[in-house]
């Protein structure tokens, strides 16, 4: 298993940054990817980002294009989301997310980091 830990949510004006970290310990060395999720209030979890293990290659949902960065720092076992010029839109809670095995999903899940983008 993957422990994953979040921290560096917060309360931002639009148009501001945050950085998301993501510390990950355990059997770190089964990661195959890892992913940066969001839930808003009364919506469902949606992706924001991810990272393949294999080729460093990211990926990004449309509306953060050009905004986020999702980068991983192996020394550390930690991945970041560099969030710049933040929208409302953007508040949430932020989940960092590792996938271990093969195949959909992630399996592996942090508790959650709180970004507000206040108008």
């Known amino acids: 298993q993957v422990q994953l830990v979040e921290s560096g949510g917060g309360l931002v004006q639009a148009g501001g940054s945050l950085r998301l970290s993501c510390a990950a310990s355990g059997r770190t060395l089964s990661t195959l990817a890892m992913a940066w999720f969001r839930r808003a209030p009364g919506k469902e979890r949606e992706f924001v980002a991810n990272?393949?293990?294999?080729?460093?290659?990211?990926t990004y949902r449309d509306s953060v294009k050009g905004r986020f960065t999702i980068s991983r720092d192996n020394a550390k076992n930690t991945v970041y989301l560099q969030m710049n010029s933040l929208k409302p839109d953007d508040t949430a809670t932020y989940y960092c997310?590792?996938?271990?095995?093969?195949?959909?999903?992630?399996?592996?899940w942090g508790q959650g980091t709180q970004v507000t983008v206040s108008s």
């Open positions: 997310a590792a996938q271990t095995r093969v195949g959909p999903t992630y399996d592996c």
């Open positions: 990272i393949i293990w294999r080729d460093n290659s990211p």
